[in-house]
């Protein structure tokens, strides 16, 4: 192991904290300017833009024929991108979720979850059904760009007709600018990480197995996880979720969608994953809803439980692929005692929910 091994280690977390405060500063500003909601922003520009390593590495993968590889990309990065992300970005400090995304894109991103089991249950992901999973986000972007110009019209209609101010487009310019460098540095970032990485993962005898499994998932999901935690940081809460929300869309619909062209007899789905990474991945998506409807706020705890799991679960994964010896006690621990309470636990907050608001697009927010 080089030197210049650690160098790119160093370099590819700079970029990203870089490239992801360019994104939110860019994408934050730029809503100001045109009136777009910034929610509306983190579900389009800066979802779509931070997965651009998962539509490279998939796509790649495809055409190098490792379908799997490029499967096991998105479920893996879904499952990272809730657990993880929202869990770090809740700690370090509540998420306020608004009721578009109960509304409208949690159920949406449930349902392409489903979509996504259903279709895979022939093992393998059919150039055809690509087509109606890029279909389907196309007419995704669509509604959200209708939705915006509805909200900008009716807050000048609220405000009397107004005039709004004059738009610089010079400043305008800038910040796309500053979103397309911010994207670019989050590419790259992530690239050099997961170069780096994996060849420290070698030097130390990990499995290409292992490797996959953890460092090239987790590392293609990065530019999520510095979009969203500087998000957080800045106070731009309403983009770091939405981010989450709309990167998982954005890589069932899309990414799989758009890789799935390239494979003319579809991408085959292995057996392990319909039996297990899948579901996981759907489930998660559901634990969404009722946790949201709590107040339409994930509190510390709740990202704290978010992130306990994402913890549990790659821990299963590597005693699965090393075949370890705690496995069977791991294994019996989770389904007959954790995740059997988690159940229990998210039923209870979503009847609580419904309780307290008489149906929850009513419900108040938590103060």
């Known amino acids: 192991m080089s030197i210049m091994t650690l160098v790119f280690l160093v370099g590819g977390l700079g970029l990203l904290v870089l490239g992801g405060e360019w994104l939110v500063r860019g994408a934050s500003r730029l809503a100001a300017i045109s009136g777009v909601p910034p929610l509306i922003i983190g579900l389009t520009v800066v979802s779509f833009g931070t997965s651009a390593p998962e539509l490279a590495v998939s796509t790649q993968a495809v055409l190098g024929g490792q379908g799997d590889i490029a499967l096991g990309n998105v479920v893996g990065s879904n499952i990272f991108n809730i657990l993880f992300i929202l869990g770090i970005s809740a700690l370090i400090g509540p998420l306020a979720v608004q009721r578009q995304l109960i509304r409208v894109d949690v159920p949406l991103m449930i349902g392409a979850s489903l979509a996504l089991l259903l279709i895979s249950l022939d093992g393998s992901i059919s150039p055809i059904d690509g087509i109606f999973l890029a279909t389907s986000l196309f007419a995704y972007i669509g509604w959200q760009i209708i939705q915006s110009r509805r909200q900008k019209t009716a807050h000048t209609a609220a405000e009397g007709g107004s005039a709004q101010a004059p738009r610089d487009i010079r400043n305008i310019f ?162 007959t005692v954790v995740l059997p309470v988690t159940a229990v636990g998210l039923i209870i907050l979503g009847i609580r929910a419904a309780l307290q608001g008489n149906g929850w697009p009513q419900m108040p927010m938590k103060r």
């Not at 758009?258 to 789905?269: D, Q």
């Open 174 to 335: 800038f910040n796309l600018v500053l979103i397309g460098a911010g994207l670019g540095l989050l590419v790259l970032g992530s690239r050099w990480l997961v170069d780096s990485a994996s060849t420290i993962a070698r030097f130390f005898g990990l499995s290409e197995l292992i490797i996959g499994l953890t460092i090239v998932a987790v590392g293609t999901s990065l530019p999520e996880v510095a979009a969203s935690v500087i998000a957080a940081l800045r106070g731009e809460r309403d983009i770091a979720v939405g981010n989450v929300i709309g990167s998982n869309l954005f890589n069932i619909l899309g990414i799989l969608g758009i890789s799935s062209w390239f494979a003319p007899e579809g991408i085959l789905v292995p057996a392990a994953a319909l039996a297990f990474d899948i579901p996981v991945m759907v489930a998660v998506a559901l634990a969404c809803l009722p946790i949201f409807l709590t107040g339409f706020r994930v509190e510390r705890w709740e990202g704290g439980l978010f992130l306990s799991y994402y913890i549990a679960y790659t821990a299963f994964l590597i005693l699965t692929a090393s075949n370890h010896q705690a496995l069977p006690v791991f294994s019996s621990a989770m389904a």
